[in-house]
């Protein structure tokens, strides 16, 4: 049976997406056990998946039984199966922690929330697995619309920022149809292989240039990248807790994945140097994007606000280690999607814990909370220094390949962006760790209620503490085991360039 | 803001005829569009599928997981609306 | 000149159409117009795909003339046909469209009973109040 590995991984959150009504129109408390046990046992199928790629090279799947191009075809590589893991453990962490969140946000729409879930996290998993160019359409569009409504259902600004979002990401999966259109309309095949083979001879063709400009340009929407960002502060800002702390870490990783995906699959890794100047754009849009995401944090107020402009940021990152079309800046930047998708998921659980206990998630919220909520914090401050770039947290390793690979490719204004994003992230998290512990506070009278409050211990929910605590400990941990991950999984995905 | 959206469009629609300069005609029997993976459907629909409406094989059996995503486009539509605009009954009952 | 305008007036035709679409999608501020704007853009790209599966000459549609046996596959004459795979993909992507509709005049609703207006400045300024 799990010679089906790859459609399993889909498969299995889908069939229990269609049971979730059934299950809650039974019980509507089930719904959350059900989430949990489907979600498990998918995680449990995409490390099977991993495994038997990394024991046995690429896996491919056809569905249906007919051969690619006439039929569609799963095909797992590294890449590929680093990123089903990925999305599945993310996924588990985050329907595990959800239940006590959305009791309190959602009380009266549970079931109907963990079906779009499930729904949600079956998008994510398609877009990853697939080899075919309009297959990755349709769960593409699968995943947008279950995020459109996972955002809607938040705090009050909410449905507008969803209908900014709706729009933009609508004209971001458009663009991306235009080209799957153009490139089909001078190659005859939908089939990323087939495609593959039979572009190379087509690079002098306007039409396949245009086709790689639309593609791009809709991923860009997809993935935040600056000027076309201006939809995720306000959505996965006013998000609920448990809608964020999927979709942030996960959708613009994903997108980011796909983007790698076209330049050097569908594309050869020479297109995108010589024949399209598109990595020096890509270095130049990863500049301005950690820039402007790290300046914009400093403005902010809002924690979670803050949070979103860190992503961005982040997603400077990988696009601009993309951009730099050598090997170690490569490797930097698929491992910094891996480490970025842990800590995007361990930041978000502590906005989420914060506003389960306060009610809202401004930066003057954390104040004395260190007190209050010790092993919450401690996850926190080992988020924060992964995103700083501190050893042995994660985000030091793929900086320093980031860095590496900038000094490689003597491109010394990404390198000093990078180092000025470091120093941003310090004043940042540093303020919220002086705020927590309330040397920050001005007012004499928080003085007085703090020092009451700080014998009683009140630490999160246990549901939602796990999920903190397996993050924090991953940050470490993958942190430790980096030259194994990428001796095994990540030396296999870089292209020859 | 009205100006930006107004030069978007014009570079938007400029890459776009920029791009359709060499574009196979419209209708071109011998574009690669139709002779590439599409004969194969003509030709053999009927063998493989016993179904002469070649669409229909397309849809249903050849591409049948893309059929499978539509059907879940939809069903994500239907639950998402349902989340969005269910109205909650105030001093309803308990939901257990 | 003429013929290049004859050869190829479905591309500008699409092109056009996602321009209304792109434009009305971006400049207007009422939320429903937006959406009007949407589903233009999106009717464009379909009528993109499914212009591209016609054939020049006597052209049917891709119904096989019923025959059975397994070597009925060599009688078929491709020319004869129009292209069946844009139609394919198309009749997806039309789904995905209204789907898309649904979600957004959906969550266009919640707005309208949270702040009772459809203008986007006034719904911006109804935000900043609350």
Same mark, same amino acid.
């Given at each position: 049976?799990?010679?089906?590995?790859?459609?399993?991984?889909?498969?299995?959150?889908?069939?229990?997406?269609?049971?979730?009504?059934?299950?809650?129109?039974?019980?509507?408390?089930?719904?959350?056990?059900?989430?949990?046990?489907?979600?498990?046992?998918?995680?449990?199928?995409?490390?099977?998946?991993?495994?038997?790629?990394?024991?046995?090279?690429?896996?491919?799947?056809?569905?249906? /039984?007919?051969?690619?191009?006439?039929?569609?075809?799963?095909?797992?590589?590294?890449?590929?199966?680093?990123?089903?893991?990925?999305?599945?453990?993310?996924?588990?962490?985050?329907?595990?922690? !959800?239940?006590?969140?959305?009791?309190?946000?959602?009380?009266?729409?549970?079931?109907?929330?963990?079906?779009?879930?499930?729904?949600?996290?079956?998008?994510?998993?398609?877009?990853?697995?697939?080899?075919?160019?309009?297959?990755?359409?349709?769960?593409?569009?699968?995943? !947008?619309?279950?995020?459109?409504?996972?955002?809607?259902?938040?705090?009050?600004?909410?449905?507008?920022?969803?209908?900014?979002?709706?729009?933009?990401?609508?004209?971001?999966?458009?663009?991306?149809?235009?080209?799957?259109?153009?490139? #089909? &309309?001078?190659?005859? !095949?939908?089939?990323?292989?087939?495609?593959?083979?039979?572009?190379?001879?087509?690079?002098?063709?306007?039409?396949?240039?245009?086709?790689?400009?639309?593609?791009?340009?809709?991923?860009?929407?997809?993935?935040?990248?600056?000027?076309?960002?201006?939809?995720?502060?306000?959505?996965?800002?006013?998000?609920?807790?448990?809608?964020?702390?999927?979709?942030?870490?996960?959708?613009?990783?994903?997108?980011?994945?796909?983007?790698?995906?076209?330049?050097?699959?569908?594309?050869?890794?020479?297109?995108?140097? @010589?024949?399209?100047?598109?990595?020096?754009?890509?270095?130049?849009?990863?500049?301005?994007?950690?820039?402007?995401?790290?300046?914009?944090?400093?403005?902010?107020?809002?924690?979670?606000?803050?949070?979103?402009?860190?992503?961005?940021?982040?997603?400077?990152?990988?696009?601009?280690?993309?951009?730099?079309?050598?090997?170690?800046?490569?490797?930097?930047?698929?491992?910094?999607?891996?480490?970025?998708?842990?800590?995007?998921?361990?930041?978000?659980?502590?906005?989420?814990?914060?506003?389960?206990?306060?009610?809202?998630?401004?930066?003057?919220?954390?104040?004395?909370?260190?007190?209050?909520?010790?092993?919450?914090?401690?996850?926190?401050? &080992? /988020?924060?220094?992964?995103?700083?770039?501190?050893?042995?947290?994660?985000?030091?390793?793929?900086?320093? =390949?980031?860095?590496? /690979?900038?000094?490689?490719?003597?491109?010394?204004?990404?390198?000093?962006?990078?180092?000025?994003?470091?120093?941003? !992230?310090?004043?940042?998290?540093?303020?919220?760790?002086?705020?927590?512990?309330?040397?920050?506070?001005?007012?004499?009278?928080?003085?007085?209620?703090?020092?009451?409050?700080?014998?009683?211990?009140?630490?999160?929910?246990?549901?939602?503490?796990?999920?903190?605590?397996?993050?924090?400990?991953?940050?470490?941990?993958?942190?430790?085991?980096?030259?194994?991950?990428?001796?095994?999984?990540?030396?296999?995905?870089?292209?020859?360039? | 803001?009205?100006?930006?959206?107004?030069?978007?469009?014009?570079?938007?629609?400029?890459?776009?005829? =920029?791009?359709?300069?060499?574009?196979?005609?419209?209708?071109?029997?011998?574009?690669?569009?139709?002779?590439?993976?599409?004969?194969?459907?003509?030709?053999?629909?009927?063998?493989?599928?016993?179904?002469?409406?070649?669409?229909?094989?397309?849809?249903?059996?050849?591409?049948?997981?893309? @059929?499978?995503?539509?059907?879940?486009?939809?069903?994500?539509?239907?639950?998402?609306?349902?989340?969005?605009?269910?109205?909650?009954?105030?001093?309803?009952?308990?939901?257990? | 000149?003429?013929?290049?305008?004859?050869? #190829?007036?479905? #591309?500008?035709?699409?092109?056009?159409?996602?321009?209304?679409?792109?434009?009305?999608?971006?400049?207007?501020?009422?939320?429903?117009?937006?959406?009007?704007?949407?589903?233009?853009?999106?009717?464009?790209?379909?009528?993109?795909?499914?212009?591209?599966?016609?054939?020049?000459?006597?052209?049917?549609?891709?119904?096989?003339?019923?025959?059975?046996?397994?070597?009925?596959?060599?009688?078929?004459?491709?020319?004869?046909?129009?292209?069946?795979?844009?139609?394919?993909?198309?009749?997806?992507?039309?789904?995905?469209?209204?789907?898309?509709?649904?979600?957004?005049?959906?969550?266009?609703?919640?707005? =309208?009973?949270?702040?009772?207006?459809?203008?986007?400045?006034?719904?911006?300024?109804?935000?900043?109040?609350?």
């Amino acid at each position: 049976m799990l010679d089906h590995g790859p459609v399993l991984a889909v498969g299995i959150p889908l069939m229990a997406s269609f049971l979730c009504p059934l299950i809650g129109w039974w019980r509507k408390r089930a719904c959350y056990a059900w989430a949990i046990i489907s979600l498990f046992f998918c995680f449990l199928v995409s490390l099977h998946t991993l495994h038997s790629v990394i024991q046995g090279g690429t896996i491919r799947y056809r569905l249906g /039984g007919w051969m690619p191009p006439f039929g569609i075809e799963y095909v797992v590589d590294h890449l590929n199966g680093m990123m089903l893991v990925v999305v599945s453990a993310i996924s588990l962490l985050a329907v595990v922690y !959800s239940g006590k969140s959305v009791e309190q946000e959602l009380p009266d729409r549970r079931v109907y929330f963990f079906t779009v879930f499930l729904l949600q996290v079956t998008g994510f998993l398609g877009i990853v697995i697939t080899g075919d160019l309009f297959n990755l359409y349709v769960f593409l569009e699968i995943a !947008s619309l279950a995020g459109y409504a996972l955002i809607a259902v938040g705090e009050d600004g909410a449905p507008l920022a969803t209908f900014r979002y709706i729009v933009m990401g609508t004209v971001g999966a458009c663009f991306y149809l235009i080209g799957v259109g153009y490139i #089909y &309309v001078n190659t005859g !095949s939908l089939n990323m292989e087939d495609v593959a083979g039979m572009l190379p001879n087509l690079y002098h063709s306007r039409v396949v240039v245009t086709a790689a400009a639309f593609l791009l340009a809709g991923l860009a929407v997809k993935m935040a990248l600056f000027p076309v960002h201006t939809w995720l502060p306000d959505a996965y800002t006013k998000a609920p807790s448990a809608s964020s702390m999927l979709i942030a870490p996960l959708m613009t990783k994903i997108s980011l994945y796909v983007m790698i995906r076209i330049l050097y699959s569908l594309f050869e890794p020479r297109f995108s140097v @010589t024949v399209l100047p598109i990595t020096e754009i890509m270095i130049w849009a990863g500049v301005v994007t950690i820039l402007g995401g790290a300046l914009m944090a400093l403005a902010q107020v809002d924690f979670k606000r803050m949070l979103c402009y860190i992503l961005i940021a982040e997603v400077g990152y990988v696009v601009g280690g993309v951009g730099l079309a050598n090997d170690t800046a490569f490797k930097g930047a698929v491992l910094h999607i891996l480490n970025d998708a842990v800590m995007t998921a361990g930041l978000f659980t502590i906005a989420g814990i914060v506003m389960f206990k306060t009610g809202s998630h401004r930066l003057s919220d954390f104040t004395g909370l260190f007190r209050k909520m010790p092993v919450t914090m401690a996850a926190f401050v &080992v /988020g924060a220094l992964s995103v700083i770039g501190v050893p042995p947290t994660c985000g030091f390793f793929s900086k320093w =390949y980031l860095v590496h /690979g900038s000094i490689i490719a003597k491109h010394w204004t990404f390198l000093i962006v990078l180092l000025f994003s470091s120093l941003v !992230s310090v004043i940042l998290f540093f303020r919220v760790i002086e705020i927590g512990y309330g040397f920050g506070v001005s007012h004499g009278v928080h003085h007085g209620d703090g020092d009451e409050r700080k014998i009683r211990f009140d630490e999160a929910p246990l549901g939602m503490l796990i999920p903190t605590i397996v993050v924090a400990l991953a940050l470490i941990l993958i942190g430790l085991y980096n030259q194994t991950i990428l001796s095994k999984i990540i030396d296999f995905t870089v292209p020859g360039l | 803001m009205k100006t930006t959206s107004f030069v978007l469009l014009v570079l938007v629609v400029a890459v776009l005829m =920029y791009g359709t300069a060499d574009i196979p005609k419209w209708g071109d029997p011998n574009a690669p569009a139709s002779n590439h993976v599409s004969p194969y459907y003509l030709r053999h629909s009927i063998e493989d599928t016993a179904t002469p409406n070649v669409v229909t094989s397309v849809l249903a059996d050849y591409r049948g997981y893309d @059929t499978l995503g539509e059907t879940t486009v939809v069903f994500t539509a239907g639950m998402a609306c349902l989340l969005l605009l269910k109205r909650v009954k105030s001093g309803g009952k308990d939901d257990v | 000149m003429f013929e290049y305008l004859v050869d #190829y007036y479905n #591309y500008w035709m699409f092109i056009g159409l996602m321009a209304i679409g792109f434009y009305a999608m971006m400049v207007k501020r009422n939320l429903v117009k937006k959406i009007i704007g949407m589903n233009i853009f999106q009717s464009a790209i379909v009528f993109f795909y499914i212009s591209t599966s016609v054939k020049r000459g006597s052209v049917t549609v891709p119904i096989l003339e019923h025959s059975a046996g397994h070597d009925a596959g060599h009688g078929i004459d491709i020319m004869h046909y129009a292209n069946p795979l844009p139609h394919v993909l198309m009749l997806t992507a039309i789904v995905v469209m209204v789907a898309t509709l649904g979600v957004a005049v959906a969550v266009t609703i919640m707005i =309208y009973r949270r702040h009772g207006t459809l203008e986007e400045d006034e719904i911006l300024a109804s935000v900043r109040r609350r």
